[in-house]
C-alpha cells in the first residue's frame, strides 16, 4: 500500500516535472526568433542612418551645401524605426533593464532628431547666404569698376575670396578679421556714397555668410556630440541580453528534460546492467584512445615546431624583403641627399673661415687688456700704456671691430641654423631607415609625412608643388618607420608619373576609430585595365630597370598588416589619389621580436607650410 502510494506520487511528480520542462523547452518560438531578428535589423539601420547623418552634415558643412536628400531621409527613417522599436512585445518590455534603455534611447533620439533639424535648418540659410555671395560678389566687383573705383574692386574681391574660403573651410582668416574688414567697407562713407546700393548688399551678404557659418557650426557641434550612439549601443546589448537569457532558460529546460529521460531508462535493472557492460567497454575504449592521443599530441607538436620555425623564417624574409625595397628607395635619393647635406656644410666651412680670421682681432684686443692688466698689477707708471693701448683700441674700433664681432654673431647664428638642418636630416634618415621589426609606438602622423617630405625634398623640388590640409589627428599606434615608408613610397610614385611639373595634394582627417590620409598628384594617371595589377608584387608601369614592382604591394602589405585599408583611384591623364586608412591601434602586432630604440620624436614643421614650393592663391 505503501510503496504504491509512492510509486504514485513518484509518477505524478516526474509527469508535472516533465510538463514543467516541456513548456519551459518551448518558450522561445520561430515568431520570437523572427520578431529578435527584426528588431536587430532595425537597430543596424539605426546605427547605419545615424552614421550617414552625421557625415552628411559634416560633408555639406564643409563644402557649405544645403543637405542632401538622403541624410533628411535617413533622418526620418531614424524617427520610424525608433517608433517601431518602442512598441515591443510585452515579454520584451518585462525586462527592466530592457525598458530603461528603450527609454534612454527614445529621448537621446527626440534629442538627435532636434539637433539634426536645427542643423539643417542652419545649414540650409548658411548654404543659400553663401550662394548668394558667390553669385552677387562678381556683380558688385564689376559695378565698381564700371563706377570706375578699381581698387576698391580689388579689395571687394579679396574681402568676397576671403568670406568664400572661410565659407568653405579652406581660408587662413577668422570670423572675427573678416567681420574688421567688412566693418572697414561698412563705414568707408565715401566709397558708400559713390555706389551706395552696391556696397550695403554687399557688406550685407558677407555678414550673413560669416554669422550663419558660425551658427551651422555651433548646431553642427550639438550634433555630433550627441550620445544616441552610445545609447543604441546600450539597447541593442539589453536586447541581445535579455534573448540569450529567454533562449538559455529554453535550452536548459531542454537539457534537462534529456537528463529526466536518461534517469527513467536507468530505471530498470537490464538498463543498469547493460550501463555496467557499456562502461567497461568504455573504460577499454578510453585507454586505446587515450593511447593514440599520446602519439598524436607528439606528432602534432613536433609538426606544430616546424611550422613555427618555417613561419620565423618566412617573417624574417619578409622584413628583410620589406628593408631591401626601403634602402632601395633611398638609394635613389641619396644624391639629393648629399646635396642637402653638401649645401649646409659649405657655409659652415665658410663662415668657420671667416670667423678664424675675426679670431686675430679680438686677439689683439685681448694683448693690449692683458698688456693694461700686468702694468696695473705691478704698479708701475700706467699712463704711457693706458695712452697706448687707448689709442691701439681707437684704431681697432676705426678699422669695424664692432662690424665684425657682429658678423661673427650673425655667423655663428646662420651655422647653428646649419647644423640643426643636418641634425634634422640626420635623424630623419635614422627613423626611416633602420631594420623594424615590431609594431611599438605612438606615431604623430604630420611629423612622420614632413620628414619623409625632408628626405625626398631633393626629388621634388622644381618640379613638384606640395600643398599640406592637415587636420586635427590623434597620435596612432603603429610601426613608426613601416608607416614612413609607405609615405615615401606614395611620395616617389607621385613624383615620377608627373612628367615635367605638377602639384602634390596631402590631406589627412581623423575619422571614427582612426585616421584617412590622401596623396593626390596631376601626373599621367593609370590606365584603368592596369589599376586592378597595380598591388601585384613585381608588376611596375616604369621602364626596365627602373623599378622592382615591389613599392606598392609592399605598401599594401603595411596597411593591411595594421589593420587598415589602401584605395587607389585614378584617370587616365589627370592623377592619381592614393588613399590610406588607419586604425588608431593596429589589430594585431606585425611581428614578434623585441622592437628596436625608438628615436625620441620632434616637432615637424607647421601644417600650413611649403617646404617646396608657395601654396598657390584659391581661385
Not at 542643423?119 to 547666404?129: C, H, I, L, S, W
Amino acid at each position: 500500500m505503501l510503496k504504491g502510494l509512492l510509486a504514485t506520487i513518484a509518477a505524478a511528480t516526474m509527469i508535472a516535472v516533465f510538463s514543467v520542462l516541456i513548456m519551459e523547452s518551448r518558450a522561445v518560438g520561430e515568431d520570437d526568433y523572427i520578431a529578435h531578428a527584426e528588431r536587430m535589423r532595425s537597430i543596424e539601420t539605426s546605427r547605419e542612418d545615424i552614421l550617414s547623418i552625421v557625415e552628411g552634415s559634416e560633408g555639406a558643412f564643409e563644402v557649405g551645401r544645403p543637405m542632401s536628400a538622403s541624410t533628411e531621409a535617413a533622418l526620418t527613417r531614424l524617427i520610424e524605426v525608433n517608433a517601431s522599436l518602442q512598441n515591443a512585445n510585452p515579454e520584451l518590455l518585462e525586462n527592466a533593464s530592457v525598458r530603461e534603455t528603450l527609454v534612454e534611447y527614445d529621448g537621446a533620439v527626440r534629442a538627435f532628431t532636434a539637433d539634426g533639424r536645427d542643423f539643417f535648418e542652419k545649414q540650409t540659410a548658411f548654404a543659400g547666404a553663401l550662394r548668394t555671395m558667390q553669385e552677387e560678389s562678381p556683380i558688385v566687383v564689376k559695378d565698381l569698376r564700371r563706377f570706375n573705383l578699381r581698387l576698391e574692386s580689388q579689395n571687394v574681391f579679396s574681402l568676397a575670396l576671403g568670406v568664400i574660403e572661410y565659407a568653405t573651410g579652406s581660408g587662413d582668416a577668422t570670423a572675427s578679421q573678416l567681420r574688421e574688414r567688412i566693418d572697414g567697407f561698412r563705414n568707408d562713407r565715401p566709397l558708400n556714397a559713390k555706389a551706395p546700393g552696391t556696397m550695403k548688399t554687399f557688406v550685407d551678404g558677407a555678414t550673413d555668410v560669416v554669422d550663419r557659418r558660425e551658427a551651422a557650426e555651433a548646431a553642427l557641434t550639438a550634433l555630433t556630440d550627441s550620445t544616441i550612439s552610445e545609447s543604441l549601443w546600450s539597447l541593442s546589448n539589453a536586447i541581445l541580453d535579455d534573448n540569450r537569457r529567454r533562449v538559455s532558460r529554453a535550452e536548459r529546460a531542454g537539457l534537462l528534460l534529456s537528463i529526466c529521460a536518461v534517469l527513467l531508462l536507468l530505471g530498470t535493472g537490464y538498463a543498469m546492467w547493460r550501463l555496467q557492460a557499456s562502461y567497461r567497454d568504455l573504460n577499454r575504449t578510453n585507454n586505446d584512445l587515450e593511447a593514440v592521443n599520446n602519439s598524436l599530441e607528439e606528432r602534432v607538436d613536433e609538426r606544430t615546431h616546424e611550422l613555427s620555425e618555417a613561419y620565423e623564417e618566412l617573417k624574417e624574409s619578409q622584413v628583410q624583403l620589406v628593408q631591401a625595397e626601403k634602402m632601395s628607395s633611398l638609394g635613389e635619393l641619396v644624391a639629393g641627399i648629399s646635396h642637402e647635406i653638401n649645401t649646409p656644410l659649405w657655409y659652415l666651412i665658410s663662415n668657420s673661415t671667416v670667423l678664424q680670421e675675426r679670431m686675430e682681432t679680438i686677439s689683439e684686443l685681448c694683448s693690449i687688456n692683458e698688456e693694461i692688466i700686468g702694468t696695473v698689477r705691478a704698479k708701475k707708471d700706467l699712463k704711457p700704456v693706458l695712452k697706448k693701448g687707448i689709442a691701439h683700441i681707437a684704431r681697432l674700433l676705426d678699422e669695424g671691430l664692432r662690424d665684425d664681432i657682429d658678423e661673427a654673431r650673425d655667423l655663428i647664428g646662420d651655422s647653428i641654423e646649419g647644423l640643426e638642418e643636418l641634425t634634422e636630416l640626420a635623424q630623419s634618415l635614422k627613423d626611416f631607415s633602420r631594420m623594424d621589426r615590431a609594431r611599438e609606438g605612438e606615431m604623430d602622423i604630420h611629423d612622420g609625412i614632413n620628414k619623409t617630405l625632408l628626405i625626398a625634398k631633393n626629388k621634388l623640388k622644381n618640379k613638384v608643388t606640395i600643398h599640406k590640409h592637415y587636420g586635427e589627428l590623434p597620435t596612432i599606434h603603429c610601426s613608426p618607420s613601416q608607416i614612413n615608408q609607405v609615405f615615401l613610397n606614395l611620395l616617389t610614385n607621385a613624383a615620377d608619373a608627373i612628367e615635367e611639373t605638377g602639384d602634390i595634394v596631402i590631406q589627412t582627417k581623423a575619422v571614427d576609430d582612426g585616421i584617412r590620409i590622401s596623396f593626390a598628384d596631376t601626373g599621367a594617371g593609370i590606365p584603368e585595365d592596369l589599376l586592378a595589377k597595380i598591388r601585384d608584387p613585381f608588376f611596375t608601369t616604369k621602364d626596365v630597370g627602373k623599378g622592382t614592382g615591389l613599392g606598392l604591394s609592399i605598401v599594401d602589405q603595411i596597411v593591411t598588416a595594421h589593420g587598415g585599408e589602401l584605395i587607389i583611384e585614378s584617370e587616365s591623364g589627370k592623377g592619381t589619389t592614393v588613399t590610406i586608412c588607419l586604425p588608431l591601434r593596429a589589430e594585431e602586432p606585425a611581428n614578434d621580436p623585441a622592437p628596436e630604440s625608438e628615436a625620441e620624436p620632434r616637432d615637424g614643421p607647421d601644417a600650413s607650410d611649403d617646404e617646396f614650393a608657395p601654396e598657390p592663391e584659391a581661385a
